[in-house]
């Protein structure tokens, strides 16, 4: 095995650091380097930081979730190769000059988001779905308090995005009446509709993107590259259009002990038992617990498959989850977890569920199976390390 001095960056708006433990686990040397600042925007003071630790590591190779233009800089004035991991779409710091360096590697988990990587120039992109940290889940100690405070039928973690809608909404109020008629029909052909198709790209007409800027005061093309149109389809549109969907999805489960773990401040759902958000320890702890952990990803995923889905399988967690049409190549759909393509399917696939616990339990093993065997941290970072050197 080739020895390798790693240095893995973490930064203030990403909390988590499993690639390390998949450095580790093949034997590589890893640093980490925290810096006290988000991964989006390019920010000088940093990157003579980050260039001195690399140098003083003896650094052959730098890690990160998502893609950092401070890294990118440093990675290349240095001279080692930047592996950079997505886990979102879309990801405007691509969008950056630092994106166009020979240094970077990308690393996409969605099919269209390797197209539009190779679309707006970018090189070295490999498709690459994303992982659990089989190790950290296999050590998960439940005990009786633990399942006293997270046992449940059905829980979801995740945001409502409520500050990003509320933005929608003060637009949509300014906006003309033609401009909202267009927002009316662009929300409604997407709701709870998950059928594969691309049902918030390309949709905005050139009249309402003029507007939205007029709107905003400025065009995101210019603050931070990304085009316009694609801005407000993959920010805008699909934000309000999930806050609309997972409220009208865990009101439909109001019959059952659901349990909704969320950032959003001041969040009420009438027979929802809302819960602050997790801290990281706590969270597979849920997925373990919860006889059902849904699985609902914003639509300016693809068609990839989300960190979420393969965080439950790895814990051993039932997953319900929206379809997304790249489960068809990594999953058996009805053996390793159960999708769902709209909102009364959902409903009827819970329902049956919670009433079948033998089958429920098969398709939670099977899945845990499939993402140990599969798609854990070492067998990716091992593809990386291939992909970037071999």
């Not at 498709?127 to 039928?153: F, H, V």
């Not at 003060?170 to 662009?186: F, G, H, I, M």
């Not at 709107?215 to 801005?231: M, V």
């Not at 349990?259 to 320890?281: A, C, F, H, M, Q």
């Amino acid at each position: 095995m080739k020895k390798l001095n790693c240095v893995y960056v973490n930064f203030k708006d990403i909390g988590f650091a499993d690639v390390a433990w998949g450095i580790l686990e093949n034997g590589y040397e890893c640093e980490f380097l925290n810096l006290p600042c988000g991964n989006v925007k390019y920010i000088e003071q940093y990157v003579k930081e980050t260039i001195d630790f690399f140098k003083c590591n003896k650094t052959d190779l730098a890690f990160t979730m998502n893609f950092s233009p401070t890294v990118s800089e440093a990675c290349k004035v240095v001279g080692i190769p930047y592996a950079a991991w997505f886990y979102d779409m879309p990801v405007q710091a691509v969008y950056t000059p630092q994106a166009k360096y020979e240094t970077n590697y990308f690393f996409v988990f969605d099919r269209y988001q390797e197209k539009e990587f190779q679309r707006i120039g970018l090189k070295n992109i490999y498709y690459l779905p994303l992982a659990a940290n089989i190790t950290k889940t296999g050590r998960l100690n439940i005990s009786k308090a633990d399942e006293d405070k997270y046992s449940c039928d059905i829980s979801f973690i995740g945001s409502l995005y409520n500050d990003k809608a509320t933005a929608y909404r003060d637009y949509y109020l300014r906006a003309s009446s033609k401009v909202r008629q267009e927002l009316d029909r662009l929300l409604a052909d997407g709701y709870v509709k998950w059928d594969g198709k691309e049902h918030v790209t390309h949709v905005m007409s050139q009249e309402l993107v003029d507007e939205l800027n007029i709107l905003c005061g400025e065009k995101p093309s210019e603050i931070i590259g990304i085009p316009d149109a694609d801005y407000y389809e993959l920010k805008l549109l699909c934000y309000s259009l999930s806050k609309v969907e997972r409220i009208e999805m865990l009101k439909k489960l109001t019959e059952y002990h659901t349990v909704l773990y969320t950032g959003d401040n001041d969040i009420k759902i009438s027979g929802i038992d809302v819960r602050p958000t997790l801290i990281y320890e706590e969270v597979p702890k849920v997925y373990y617990l919860s006889k059902i952990n849904l699985s609902i990803c914003l639509h300016s995923i693809i068609s990839g498959i989300p960190l979420r889905t393969f965080d439950i399988m790895g814990t051993g967690g039932f997953t319900l989850s929206n379809y997304q049409p790249e489960m068809e190549n990594l999953f058996d759909i009805g053996k390793d977890l159960i999708v769902f393509h709209n909102l009364e399917e959902m409903y009827e696939l819970a329902k049956y569920y919670l009433k079948h616990e033998d089958e429920r339990i098969k398709i939670a093993l099977n899945g845990y199976k499939k993402v140990s065997e599969n798609y854990t941290y070492p067998i990716a970072v091992r593809k990386m390390v291939r992909f970037i050197f071999d």
